[in-house]
């Protein structure tokens, strides 16, 4: 989302004050973002360390189980078993149950925590314990990298009813209609 030259007294200032991710398989609504953007998103100089998306637990519904036979499970759909530590790195630190980031299939950033994230990336994988804090999923790995940040973050959580995409987009004839009446509307 442009700025219009940036912050009118930094001369160093972005033309950008937003940058969003869409996945290949989201259908993205400008008309919805347009309304979005104007009723949440802040423009210079209060646009700073902005997170945006559909928050997600990384520890619920994935794989934190074990199969039949003991071996790791992937393919689990509930809470992680109680038993198994669910480290995650924040603000330099390990803690124990926490693992929230925003969905790969939208997000968006405020350009100051971009900047601070491309600073971050070569120390992603030592920052923090052994094997650091990347996992080789975007929407996790971004969060992991902003949660470094030493300025606060502000987190913009986007409901179901607020999304302004469709997200699965399957080449289907339902998901076509479903586009066409919520663009009709």
């Not at 998306?53 to 199969?67: A, E």
Request: a negative charge; one cysteine or more; aromatic letters at 10%.
């Amino acid at each position: 989302m442009g700025g219009g030259g940036g912050d009118d007294d930094d001369m160093d200032s972005p033309l950008l004050e937003y940058c969003m991710k869409v996945g290949p398989n989201t259908l993205f609504s400008l008309d919805r973002f347009l309304q979005f953007a104007l009723e949440e998103l802040h423009p210079a100089p209060f646009h700073r360390g902005v997170m945006a998306g559909v928050l997600r637990d990384k520890g619920y519904g994935t794989g934190m189980s074990t199969s039949e036979d003991g071996e790791p499970s992937t393919k689990s759909k509930g809470p992680p078993r109680r038993d198994q530590a669910r480290l995650e790195s924040y603000w330099g630190k390990e803690f124990d149950g926490v693992h929230l980031y925003m969905s790969g299939q939208l997000y968006l950033l405020s350009y100051d925590l971009i900047a601070f994230i491309l600073t971050e990336v070569p120390l992603s994988r030592e920052r923090v314990g052994p094997g650091g804090y990347v996992i080789g999923h975007d929407g996790h790995d971004i969060a992991s990298m902003a949660f470094q940040s030493p300025t606060p973050l502000r987190f913009i959580t986007i409901s179901k009813s607020q999304q302004f995409w469709i997200y699965p987009m399957r080449n289907n004839e339902d998901d076509w209609e479903r586009m066409v009446v919520n663009e009709i509307q």
